[in-house]
């Protein structure tokens, strides 16, 4: 008999730290956008979480915050440091809190995923553009120094200081899509020849060099966890295999979870970009590598993209490759949609792609997104979701919002 066999989506997980999280169901970070001109948290994003926190959640993790406010990778980020309105902080932590969930914040730094009209020469690691055409949008980055790598370590460090400070329960390193961390890992971005460029065990030094300073600033009964692509899906980039190591290494280390994405801007493969047929049938983008991945480590795993339907999320969890299922577009249009698994594990939701029938339109606005951030923006004023939202509106109110701006690439 399996191990797995009896796992719910009801059954609670014990996680190293010794914190117990109340269900198998995982909130993975979207962009909220809804920081305000200090970037701190607004009302609005607090009303947000207070929403989804009484929807049945287990674990909920926030948008990016950034760690530094001169790297942001988009207009209405939130920025946690020591110029925030830490109370601020505090009742959002308090509202995301409620009915037993359990809150952690995504530390970012974008690197050179930000628009040049936020940052007119941002870091990386290397002097390396972005590619597949996104030259118009994003300025070439200069490398950093080491002690500008040093630095930045330690801002993701004092973030998480007042991340533990202000009463959330836990903090995830984003370490995917092509942000800062993903590019040090990546061969492609990073052709450094000194200590942090090069072989793979350089290249994963700032990760692990930023794992051990958050850490040494949280201790070790706060949970620290990581989102880490399973590969970048492009040529020269960071590999399946790549990735196992990294993993392997991050858990001699003693992180807490592993939730596992894929992609970058310039091949976006957490959109559901380019998704087999076969992948789709089992709602799970990401699924095979995280059973290659299961053989490896022993520390929980979270599967985030394209979980639809009950019966998919318990037969994911009970082949083993995944402990908690990761959920992000589905509770942008249903906040209750835990609960409703909970009670009717037959339970599904259909999603549609939003779509004004113009693809070069959807594209340039990033619709697939934009559509769903203003869902988030009419459930945090309290309005009910529209799930017939038509796509012109969301349209109309990017270019409003952000003129010329709303033609460049967004995160996803």
């Known amino acids: 008999m399996s191990s797995t066999e009896h796992i719910t989506l009801a059954t609670p997980i014990r996680l190293q730290t010794g914190i117990t999280v109340k269900n198998r169901l995982f909130k993975s970070a979207m962009s909220e956008q809804l920081g305000d001109k200090h970037h701190n ?3 609005d994003i607090t009303r947000l979480y207070d929403i989804w926190a009484h929807g049945g959640i287990g674990v909920s993790v926030t948008g990016n915050v950034m760690v530094d406010r001169s790297a942001l990778g988009e207009p209405r980020n939130i920025v946690l440091d020591e110029h925030s309105d830490l109370p601020c902080f505090e009742r959002w932590a308090k509202a ?3 009915n037993n969930t359990l809150l952690w914040m995504q530390l970012n730094h974008p690197g050179k995923q930000t628009p040049k009209f936020l940052t007119r020469t941002p870091v990386a690691p290397s002097a390396i553009p972005l590619g597949a055409g996104l030259g118009n949008a994003f300025n070439t980055p200069r490398a950093l120094t080491e002690p500008e790598i040093i630095e930045i370590i330690k801002k993701f460090a004092h973030s998480a200081a007042l991340v533990k400070s202000a009463g959330f329960s836990g903090v995830q390193i984003h370490g995917a899509h092509g942000y800062l961390v993903s590019q040090f890992l990546s061969p492609h971005h990073n052709t450094r020849t000194d200590d942090w460029g090069g072989t793979l065990d350089n290249r994963m030094r700032f990760v692990l060099e930023t794992y051990r300073h958050i850490r040494q600033a949280v201790g070790q009964d706060f949970p620290v966890s990581i989102k880490l ?3 970048d899906f492009m040529k020269s980039g960071f590999t399946p295999e790549d990735s196992i190591q990294v993993a392997q290494a991050l858990e ?11 992609g970058t801007y310039e091949a976006p493969s957490m959109t559901g970009y380019k998704v087999r047929s076969s992948t789709r049938e089992r709602e799970a983008y990401f699924l ?3 059973e290659q991945l299961d053989q490896k480590i022993d520390i929980p795993l979270v599967v985030t993209g394209g979980f639809r339907s009950g019966p998919a999320m318990r037969a994911a969890l009970m082949s083993g490759a ?5 959920l992000a577009r589905p509770l942008a249009v249903d906040p ?3 609960d409703k698994l909970l009670a009717d594990p037959q339970f599904s939701l259909h999603l549609k792609d939003p779509s004004t029938g113009f693809k070069t339109v959807d594209k340039m606005t990033m619709l697939s997104i934009t559509w769903y951030e203003y869902q988030l923006e009419r459930l945090s004023k309290n309005k009910r979701v529209d799930p017939n939202l038509n796509a012109w509106y969301a349209v109309f109110q990017t270019v409003a919002r952000m003129g010329i701006h709303a033609f460049l690439k967004r995160r996803a």
């Open 288 to 290: 095979s590598f995280a």
């Open 96 to 98: 995301g809190t409620k």
């Open 336 to 338: 209750g949609f835990p």
């Open 41 to 43: 948290p607004t009302p």
């Open 322 to 326: 995944t402990d908690m299922i990761g």
């Open 229 to 231: 692509n399973s590969a």
């Open 252 to 262: 001699k280390e003693g992180i807490d979870l592993i939730e596992i994405s894929g």
